[in-house]
């Protein structure tokens, strides 16, 4: 008789919501570095359906919205429900040196981005869809153990 690993034989439906939040997990983790040559402004930029952006928007309020460009601005609510608890910094080492989001500039928004114009042989039109984008943007800092209390 063959070994099982544990895993369900049904097909597992992903949710599209969960494995947004992951990717966005990474890129954070990523962002959060210490290099001291790079912008201190983090702008994330991810495709997204746009279901799964409309499930998430509910965690925000609305902070402007920018009628020409059709993008809404929102502020963070309840962000720890899309990224847990914590989501703000990455102590990098176990010297304690780390990097956080000043949670004072964090703002996210969603755009449909425009179609990409292609042209045929005989030069009629083509419109490609691109799909939604979700931005998140940030200014970061960093610190050492001596700032944990204070920053932390």
């Given at each position: 008789m063959a070994k099982t690993l544990g895993y369900s034989r049904q097909p597992v439906t992903p949710d599209p919501v969960y494995h947004f939040k992951t990717i966005l997990k990474t890129n954070f983790q990523e962002k959060l570095n210490l290099a001291r040559k790079c912008d201190s402004k983090v702008i994330i930029r991810i495709p997204i359906q746009e279901q799964t952006f409309r499930t998430i928007q509910r965690l925000g309020k609305i902070d402007k919205q920018l009628s020409t460009l059709t993008i809404t601005k929102y502020e963070i609510g309840n962000?720890?429900?899309?990224?847990?608890?914590?989501?703000?910094?990455?102590?990098?080492?176990?010297?304690?040196?780390?990097?956080?989001?000043?949670?004072?500039?964090?703002?996210?928004?969603?755009?449909?981005?425009?179609?990409?114009?292609?042209?045929?042989?005989?030069?009629?039109?083509?419109?490609?869809?691109?799909?939604?984008?979700?931005?998140?943007?940030?200014?970061?800092?960093?610190?050492?153990?001596?700032?944990?209390?204070?920053?932390?």
């Open positions: 962000v720890e429900t899309l990224l847990d608890r914590g989501w703000w910094f990455r102590i990098a080492n176990k010297n304690g040196d780390f990097a956080y989001v000043k949670r004072a500039t964090a703002r996210f928004w969603m755009y449909e981005r425009r179609a990409l114009e292609t042209f045929s042989k005989q030069l009629t039109p083509t419109y490609v869809p691109r799909g939604c984008m979700f931005v998140f943007t940030f200014v970061k800092g960093s610190g050492n153990r001596s700032d944990m209390d204070t920053v932390l």
